[in-house]
């Protein structure tokens, strides 16, 4: 399965409130709810379609409220974005 093709059958199950089409245009949404809440199956086929730069670039972008703090952490030390202890914070929601 191509990239896309993973990303828009993984909207269809973690994207719920929209079609996987509409979804897929976002696929770093997509990645992040998976990144969050996929089980492991899913998460497997996620990073081999998709590849740890991709997995990386999305935790950068990622907005507040996307990811819980578990797999926030988990992810930063995952892919080598952060040692024991030194996990940046989760992102936050700016007013003004």
């Known amino acids: 399965m191509s990239r896309h093709e993973v990303v828009q059958r993984l909207a269809s199950k973690y994207i ?3 079609t996987p089409e509409e979804a897929a245009v976002t696929p770093a949404r997509v990645i992040a709810q998976v990144m ?4 492991y199956d899913d998460v497997q086929t996620m990073v081999k379609a998709v590849g740890d730069d991709d997995l990386r670039e999305v935790l950068r972008g990622a907005e ?3 990811l819980d703090a578990r797999s926030w952490t988990y992810w ?4 080598g974005m952060a040692t024991p202890g030194a996990v940046p914070p989760l992102p936050g929601r700016r007013v003004g």
């Open 76 to 79: 930063h030390y995952r892919l």
């Open 36 to 39: 969050n809440i996929g089980d």
């Open 64 to 66: 507040a409220g996307q």
């Open 16 to 18: 719920w409130w929209k």
